[in-house]
């Protein structure tokens, strides 16, 4: 039973920092490419960050450039998205999810097919 559970989720002031994290269990996480996403309340969800297997290669969002940083820690099934510099259009539900497909685009939500649960991030004053 593949499960992921997202944490570390919060409230906080613009510019501030915030690291979640998503622990995996139920499949071999080292063969699979990892991705977050996120959605703001009345809007669709959308693409964040990802991350290949093995680590090594990375994509990221436009808006996540230069602020957000998603990684990995193959030993202990562990997924990561540190965020600097939030802002409150960050705020938004941020999801863990795998990626069970391969499609043309990193960035399509299809091409994953197990997500977590969610973790409210807030960036406000």
Same mark, same amino acid.
């Given at each position: 039973q593949v499960r992921l559970v997202? @944490?570390?989720?919060?409230?906080? /002031?613009?510019?501030?920092s915030l690291?979640? @994290?998503?622990?995996?269990?139920?499949?071999?996480?080292y063969n699979y490419a990892m991705g977050w996403f996120r959605q703001? /309340?009345?809007?669709?969800r959308e693409f964040v960050a990802h991350i290949r297997g093995d680590g090594r290669?990375?994509?990221?969002?436009?808006?996540?450039?230069?602020?957000?940083?998603? @990684?990995?820690?193959n030993r202990r099934n562990m997924l990561y998205l540190e965020m600097n510099d939030l802002k409150p259009e960050d705020t938004a539900i941020y999801y863990c999810a795998r990626k069970t497909r391969e499609f043309?685009?990193?960035g399509r939500i299809?091409?994953?097919?197990?997500?977590g649960q969610g973790t409210q991030v807030t960036v406000s004053s």
């Open positions: 997202e @944490s570390g989720g919060g409230s906080v /002031q613009p510019g501030g690291r979640l @994290s998503c622990a995996t269990s139920g499949f071999a996480f703001p /309340q009345g809007k669709e290669t990375k994509n990221y969002a436009d808006v996540a450039k230069g602020r957000f940083t998603i @990684s990995r820690d043309y685009e990193v299809d091409e994953y097919g197990d997500w």
